[in-house]
């Protein structure tokens, strides 16, 4: 409980000070933010679009796809990837290794909160962004930040028409590559490592997960992610999930917060870095250890 007491209200105190910033003041109510409803601590820290600007029209780039731009919340996985993603419970057909292994894990061991990258589908309580990029050729490179989780580094999804390698070396985010169908913007992304758990149940996969997001901004405020989840080292059968994102307030940005491998805020705060002795992949090198 210390561990994510101390996380929490670093994260709470980062998103005070960055809407802060960005607004000027907090006028209104208790519970809303200039004049803006706060969602409960259990869905979200931040405020969502007003419904008079989340129901208008999507906005669209200049060569008439939508501008996923937000920022947004939501979207993904959190506490239980099975109920979040539209499931009852049981219906995940997790092979029953991969359900020993969520059924004995704790939420205080899961790795993000020691900065390592959450990767796909995970989001948390905090605003994250699609930035599209766009160059002579057409659309490029689609860039996905986080405000907290991604360990400093930026997912990219390639829209140039590549193919994913054949000898992908195992990563945290994959390798990601986009086409536009229509509205919506299709993302298959395989090479994966296993590390990351896709929920703080600690739900796990394997080196064969194949996902593939069907991102659909339907409004302003609303954006959907129809995602398809593959993994036959942990899973019976392929599975649909789905989430729902909501936009920010317009001119909302994200914070600058940078998460260190050696994780300085929580040894402030008396978390200990228990990938050091554990065993998780990050423990010291020999040359530390003596």
């Not at 939420?107 to 948390?124: F, G, I, K």
């Not at 689609?142 to 829209?159: K, L, P, S, W």
């Not at 086409?179 to 298959?188: C, F, N, S």
Request: hydrophobic share 35%; glycine share 12%.
């Amino acid at each position: 409980m210390k561990k994510q007491t101390a996380v929490i209200a670093i994260g709470i105190l980062g998103l005070t000070l960055s809407l802060v910033a960005q607004e000027g003041s907090t006028t209104g109510a208790k519970g809303a933010f200039n004049g803006h409803a706060l969602p409960t601590l259990g869905n979200e820290f931040t405020p969502v679009a007003p419904p008079d600007i989340a129901n208008g029209p999507v906005p669209r780039m200049a060569d008439g796809h939508p501008d996923l731009h937000g920022p947004w919340l939501g979207g993904g996985s959190n506490s239980d990837i099975e109920a979040m993603g539209g499931l009852k419970p049981g219906e995940l057909p997790l092979l029953p290794w991969a359900k020993a292994l969520r059924d004995q894990r704790k939420e205080a061991d899961e790795p993000y909160l020691y900065c390592t990258p959450m990767s796909v589908p995970r989001v948390n309580p905090y605003p994250w962004n699609f930035i599209q990029s766009y160059t002579s050729k057409g659309p490029g490179t689609i860039y996905v930040v986080h405000e907290n989780g991604d360990a400093g580094r930026i997912r990219h999804i390639f829209m140039d028409g590549r193919k994913h390698p054949d000898d992908l070396i195992p990563s945290w985010w994959g390798h990601s590559i986009g086409r536009w169908e229509k509205d919506t913007l299709v993302i298959d992304t395989v090479g994966y490592n296993d590390k990351f758990w896709f929920d703080s149940r600690g739900t796990p996969h394997t080196e064969q997960l194949h996902t593939v997001e069907r991102w659909t901004r339907i409004n302003y405020g609303t954006m959907t992610n129809d995602f398809t989840l593959d993994d036959p080292g942990a899973l019976s059968r392929p599975v649909q999930l789905k989430f729902t994102a909501r936009a920010l307030p317009p001119g909302s940005e994200l914070m600058e917060f940078i998460c260190t491998e050696n994780n300085q805020y929580g040894i402030a705060a008396g978390i200990e870095n228990i990938y050091k002795d554990k065993g998780f992949g990050l423990e010291a090198s020999p040359a530390e250890q003596k």
